[in-house]
């Protein structure tokens, strides 16, 4: 496909889509019933329908009976983890090999022109990023994914909280499910705000921003405090009466739906003429310049705050003169030196 259908490319070779990055219609006033029911197929498909049948799937196969979760033990905390860690390999690797090892699609729909391979850096272990990515993921952020899951699993099983079936609440459920993305993202805020505050940036959350130029296996490269924060968005169905099939796609939401946020490309091919959109624009600013797009524009809350960032050259003006006033405020409360 001819990317220069859909964007443009700098001098530097990057790729800027046509349209400006925009919020999702749901929490707007006046309310803009056309605008949401134009945008309504994309809440589902295809990575919501996607990460809800991979949670029927663990549910029905892979999730052991209830007589066995009552008892933490090994055999099947193992089990879970093993299935967890193929899963996510195949999946981050289906985006990864394709889009970057073997390149299938050039730099087409690339926002960073280059591939993070070409460029060794001694901020990744082995200098290599795509390496440093992978074994964070696969080391600290599958464990971690694993052991919330078991600790809720355990807790439906022995009835420490409330357990609702679908025959009985089918209404109430089918809504949770619905607003499970919602959760993430309010979650997703507040916490990826919070991992920005000066002294858990420096020792947690540079990590992940040491992927500047993010690819698949960016999405788990995490230090291990922030995959415990990004993961525990599963702990608000310890909360409210839920289910533990739809806390297992709050979870896979997150595990298995960080990956087209960093995925690098505004479209994936699917052939000459077919491509899929990513909608990982608003994310890939947030890894590009640092202070905005701290949710990713389902909850408008960018908005509101003031640090939306939808890739055009007024909201560069915006987020530098935010920039300004910042170190203006800065220098003013310097203490000036003893003469």
């Not at 022109?113 to 460029?119: L, N, V, W």
């Not at 997703?188 to 420096?202: A, G, Q, V």
């Not at 890939?284 to 939306?308: A, C, M, Q, S």
């Amino acid at each position: 496909m001819d990317d220069l259908k859909f964007g443009r490319r700098d001098k530097r070779g990057d790729y800027h889509p046509g349209e400006a990055a925009g919020t999702a219609p749901l929490f707007v006033f006046p309310p803009q019933p056309r605008a949401l029911l134009k945008w309504l197929p994309h809440y589902f498909f295809p990575y919501n329908a996607i990460f809800f049948l991979s949670a029927l799937i663990w549910w029905n196969w892979i999730i052991p009976p209830v007589e066995v979760m009552r008892t933490l033990a090994w055999g099947w905390v193992l089990w879970l983890l093993a299935v967890n860690v193929v899963a996510v390999f195949l999946w981050y690797s289906a985006f990864e090999l394709q889009l970057y090892i073997r390149r299938t699609q050039g730099n087409r729909f690339k926002y960073n022109g280059k591939f993070p391979a070409d460029t060794p850096s001694d901020v990744f272990w082995f200098k290599s990023q795509n390496l440093d990515n992978f074994l964070r993921g696969l080391l600290s952020g599958v464990p971690i994914w694993t052991g919330l899951e078991v600790l809720v699993l355990w807790a439906f099983a022995n009835g420490y909280v409330p357990w609702l079936s679908f025959a009985a609440h089918p209404v109430y459920l089918a809504l949770l499910c619905l607003v499970v993305p919602v959760i993430h993202e309010f979650h997703f805020f507040c916490i990826h705000r919070l991992i920005h505050t000066p002294f858990l940036y420096k020792w947690v959350h540079s990590v992940h921003h040491n992927s500047i130029n993010p690819s698949p296996w960016s999405s788990l490269s995490m230090h291990p405090v922030e995959h415990l924060l990004y993961f525990s968005t599963i702990l608000y169905h310890l909360i409210i009466p839920s289910n533990p099939l739809i806390a297992l796609y709050q979870l896979h939401y997150a595990g298995f739906g960080a990956v087209p946020g960093h995925v690098g490309f505004d479209k994936v091919e699917l052939g000459e003429d077919r491509a899929v959109d990513t909608h990982a624009y608003i994310h890939y600013l947030h890894h590009k310049y640092f202070e905005v797009n701290y949710g990713d524009g389902l909850i408008p809350i960018d908005r509101w705050v003031g640090t939306f960032h939808d890739g055009s050259k007024a909201a560069e003006e915006q987020m530098n003169a935010r920039y300004r006033k910042k170190k203006e405020r800065l220098n003013a409360g310097k203490i000036p030196p003893v003469q």
